[in-house]
């Protein structure tokens, strides 16, 4: 059976790997990222105390959803509170966090967002936004900075406040390189998935230094930032996909069978 390396972490594999058994795909799961504690809560305390002075709050990632929740209850008073990504909205609304109108159309990246109404220059200038996200390794500049600078550019007062850190997991043993490999080579493993730029840096380095097997291996990603980027990693074969479960799938189905539907693109 034709295998994918899915990338995801543990508890948010599940989704993904029911998709793929549905067109007869092989998970090999094997999680790219570590999502831990950031040292201290402070900032997400401070964030849930002066929560009254921001007009607007986005969510960058369901994760950083769950975390807030610990630090602030729902309550009439909120501010504004936006998502980005349909996972995110999922998880406002299990926290029953208020989710903005604004944010219907909202269901893929901060360029979606960007492009609402209510975020244009004219209404945010001079405004208080909170972004809530992780950070990668100790990069406190790591939260959404294409969003970030895109509403300071607008006028905005932007502050960003880390609920969490993102880090590579260990590199892989002698006897899982080889088994990656061995799989590569005789056309088992068909495909990887990567979900953010982060996560396809990571694949390379628990893969080092005896990788070509993966940078050749066609990688399926959400954006066509991260295609940009994975190209500039050297990979060989980056692939534009949809976001949700079902259309991943779907397109690496179709890209194993040779049938690649027009809206799927490699850059």
């Known amino acids: 059976m034709k295998t994918v390396w899915v990338t995801r972490p543990p508890e948010r594999v599940q989704q993904l790997a029911e998709a793929l058994k549905k067109y007869h795909l092989r998970s090999w799961i094997n999680s790219a990222m570590r999502i831990v504690d950031m040292d201290e809560d402070d900032s997400l305390r401070w964030f849930a105390v002066q929560s009254a002075r921001f007009d607007m709050v986005i969510f960058v990632s369901a994760e950083a959803v769950l975390r807030c929740r610990t630090h602030l209850l729902p309550s009439p008073t909120l501010p504004m509170m936006l998502p980005i990504g349909s996972g995110t909205r999922v998880a406002m609304e299990k926290a029953d966090y208020p989710v903005s109108l604004l944010s219907d159309n909202t269901i893929g990246d901060s360029d979606v967002l960007l492009s609402s109404d209510s975020l244009q220059p004219e209404q945010v200038r001079e405004k208080c936004i909170a972004v809530l996200g992780g950070i990668s390794g100790n990069d406190e500049k790591s939260i959404s900075p294409p969003l970030c600078e895109a509403l300071r550019q607008r006028g905005a007062q932007v502050t960003t406040f880390a609920a969490y850190r993102r880090l590579p997991p260990p590199s892989f043993s002698a006897k899982e390189s080889a088994t990656a490999q061995e799989m590569a080579a005789t056309g088992q493993l068909c495909a990887a998935v990567a979900y953010s730029g ?31 980027a994975a190209k500039d990693m050297g990979y060989f074969y980056p692939v534009l996909a949809p976001a949700s479960s079902e259309g991943m799938a779907a397109a690496i189905s179709h890209f194993v069978s040779g049938k690649l539907p027009d809206t799927i693109n490699g850059l």
Do not use: G
Not at 204 to 222: E, H, K, Q, S, Y
């Open 198 to 228: 982060d996560t396809a840096r990571h694949m390379l380095v628990m893969t080092a230094p005896a990788n070509d097997w993966l940078r050749r291996l066609p990688l399926f990603v959400i954006h066509s930032h991260i295609v940009l």
